[in-house]
């Protein structure tokens, strides 16, 4: 299979160079030429399959011509070594719980396969033996997962750029206390400041002489693609409860930068019967205002008690395009959205625990609300839990008023010593500091 990019000047590349470059040389993202849908008599059976078994199958689709079967079938397995429960909240709304891997968020899949992957076409590429740079800017759950996806990974470094006091403690420990191949770099700004120091790295000229450098952000194809398999599962799961509920299936996902939604698209795709999509934003809503208007504005995020949701230019948004050829129309018919401002999640976080006795984080409260605010007669409605609601232990606590219990693996990462290096935002500071490696 071959990529182009979604900014149309560079083409014709292999998986293995989109993974390795991460960002295209033209800026623009990473997509396949073509997308294959998958037998009907996949979807006959899905129900009777194991989740690595279906998640290989889609992976084959995706990857199949450029990864060995043999590998890419241990990449799948070694990646997908959690459950993922479909949990009935209320009548026709279940939660997709997607928090029971290593750190607890649904990020989990997308860092470990794109570190089996990654660490495969290095150490077939020409110069194997040189040092990769990943570089990942966080809001909060990705540092975590792409940090404990690539630890003691040998030949790769990762460096995690996250915004100073914009993340949780909890969310902090777990990227800042590894040590080994990890380094957590703490910016005197906002998310979007991280992601545009990563993005101008990658643009220039000198440190990509004097280094190899690599993302694992959602722009990343070997990132969010694997977020796909969540959604085959979904159905799969909900098709084993009521072929009916199945047949008109609605999926909402609480959006930020847009990769896991955009995985949602292509397992769609792929031939997926989802009904419709709904994207679940907190206040920072361009993309809804995109669906209103037919423009995209996008602007400085601002700090929400979602605070993994808190992007103001969401990566992702030109794949949306691409795959719609940039019909407005199109990308509305499948994709609705609503916005919820922090006093509706914390609302929506009470009624939900009171009335159905359901533990909600701040990211799954928007799609939960999102669900009882726009699911038609008829529709059975899954919304993506993206994060373990221990995750964001203070704000929960508050809200509830009530003690949520850690769980074991947090409780492991809080016990280790935070080291980060201090950085301001400004691009200079951060390449002399690359540059000194
Ligand atoms: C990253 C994240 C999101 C947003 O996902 P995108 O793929 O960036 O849209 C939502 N919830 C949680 C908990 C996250 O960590």
Redesign the pocket.
Known sequence: MKYYSTNKQITGETLANAVVKGLAEDKGLFMPDSITEIPAVFYDNIDKMSFQDMAYTAAYMLFGDDVHANMLKLMVNDTLSFDVPLVKVEENIFSLELFHGPTL???DVGGRFMSRMLSYFIQRSDDGNRQVNVLVAT????GSAVANGFLGVEGIHVYVLYPKGKVSPIQECQFTTLGQNITAIEVDGTFDDCQALVKTAFMDEELNVKMKLTSAN?INVAR?LP?AFYYFYAYAQLKKISEEAARNMVIC?????????TAGLFAKRMGLPVKRFIAANNRNDIFLEYLKTGEYKPRPSVATI?N??D?GD?S?FARILDLYNHSHEAISSEISGISYTDEQIADAMRACRKDTGYLL?P?GACGYQALKDMLEPGETGIFLE??HPA?FLDTVQDILGEKIEIPEKLQEFMKGEKQSIAMSKNFEDFKAYLMGK
Not at 139 to 142: H, P, R, Y
Not at 253 to 261: D, E, L, Q, R, T
């Open positions: 968020a649904f990020k809001s909060g759950d990705t959602s969010f977020q996902v609480p959006s930020g930068n847009f990769g896991n939604i979602a993994a949701m992007v969401p992702n984080d990211h993206t994060a995750k």
